[in-house]
Structures are given as structure tokens and as C-alpha cells.
């Protein structure tokens, strides 16, 4: 379970779309932070090519183009993400029905091994019965008395 926690953080870090890394800034090599630098990276280039085309349908046709690109990248980052959650709570469950199932199974052993286990001898005479004490003295010296002898 410790190996599959560890793993879990190491693929959050890695993908950067949640908890912790997701800030751009704390981890800028994660995926999600390449994927925004490379958005833009691209806008920049696209505006800067412009010149004085800002306002023409092509600049903005290249800017959507841009966006439509981020967009696709982001998407496909997200089913990978998830697809890694997915896997890591498989591995998680697949874990813990193991363990389970090794309780199950020690604890079978046990009975088995109980069962197959020769029964202790006993006293020669048989099980002694004691006597039903009348009141709550003779009850008392009944508990006391078997103690007394095993000194």
C-alpha cells in the first residue's frame, strides 16, 4: 500500500492538474505546466507575428487555432490522468483483497491445524465434577482451594 501511495504523488506531480502541483509556478515541469508554457508560447508567437494584421479574421483564426490546440492537449492530459487514477485504485483494491484474503486463509490454517492436531491426554479418572457450593462462602474456599494446591 506505502509502494502504491508513493506512486500516486509521483503521477500527481507528474500530470500537475491537482492538489499541490498543480501550481505552474512549484512545478513547471509537470505536463499541465508545459502544456500552458507551449499555449503561451504559441499565442505570443501568433500576436507577434500579426504585425498590423491584428484585427484581420487570420489573426484570429490562428489565435482559436491556438486555443483549439491547448484545448485538445489539455483534454487528452486529463483522460491520462485519469486513466492512472483509475489504475491506481485498481492496484489499491487488488491490495487489499489480497491482504484480506491472506487473513481468510491464516485463519482456515488455524482450524485446519487445530483439527489435524492429536487432543491432549487426560487425567487418569476422567474430568472430576465439583460440587455445587451451597452459599456463597463455601463458593469462595471452592475458587480458593485448586489455587492453594498448585503452590
Avoid at 1 to 16: I, K, N, T, V
Avoid at 55 to 65: C, K, M, P, T, V
Avoid at 94 to 118: H, P
Wanted: glycine share 10%; hydrophobic share 30%; aromatic share 8%.
Amino acid at each position: 500500500m506505502a509502494g502504491l501511495q508513493s506512486g500516486w504523488l509521483r503521477s500527481q506531480q507528474e500530470f500537475g492538474l491537482e492538489g499541490p502541483w498543480a501550481d505552474y509556478a512549484s512545478n513547471p515541469y509537470s505536463r499541465a505546466a508545459l502544456l500552458q508554457r507551449s499555449y503561451d508560447a504559441a499565442r505570443r508567437g501568433t500576436t507577434n507575428s500579426a504585425g498590423h494584421n491584428l484585427y484581420a479574421g487570420s489573426f484570429i483564426n490562428a489565435q482559436n487555432q491556438n486555443t483549439h490546440q491547448f484545448d485538445l492537449g489539455h483534454d487528452e492530459l486529463q483522460k491520462g490522468y485519469a486513466q492512472a487514477n483509475a489504475e491506481y485504485v485498481a492496484n489499491q483494491q487488488r491490495a487489499e483483497d489480497e491482504y484480506n484474503g491472506d487473513i481468510v486463509q491464516a485463519g482456515w490454517d488455524r482450524v485446519n491445524a487445530g483439527l489435524q492436531a492429536e487432543p491432549e491426554p487426560m487425567a487418569v479418572g476422567g474430568p472430576q465434577r465439583k460440587r455445587k457450593p451451597q452459599n456463597r462462602r463455601q463458593q469462595i474456599r471452592q475458587n480458593i482451594a485448586p489455587r492453594r494446591k498448585a503452590r
